[in-house]
């Protein structure tokens, strides 16, 4: 099952850590990240971004179940 990644551009404060991260899947758009696909494959490097993110602006979901950020 694929994931979807959605970053809250409302929440976002442009750090750039997600587009550090994983370049091929984020990237910094003035002031804001957005993620370069909506469906990825199942990633652990996602969910770091996720986890790393520090506004708490990256959502994954699987099945709409959120996988990421982890607890
Ligand atoms: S890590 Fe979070 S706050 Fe930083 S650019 Fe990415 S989504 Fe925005």
Redesign the pocket.
């Known amino acids: 099952m694929s994931w979807n990644v959605e970053?809250d551009g409302g929440t976002?404060?442009?750090?750039?850590?997600?587009?550090a991260l994983m370049p091929e899947l984020?990237e910094?758009d003035g002031a804001?990240?957005h993620p370069l696909a909506e469906r990825v494959d199942p990633d652990e490097t996602v969910l770091d971004a996720a986890d790393?993110?520090?506004?708490m602006?990256?959502t994954v979901t699987a099945g709409g179940e959120v996988v990421g950020p982890r607890p």
């Open positions: 970053v976002c404060i442009g750090s750039g850590m997600c587009a984020f910094l804001v990240a790393s993110c520090p506004a602006a990256i």
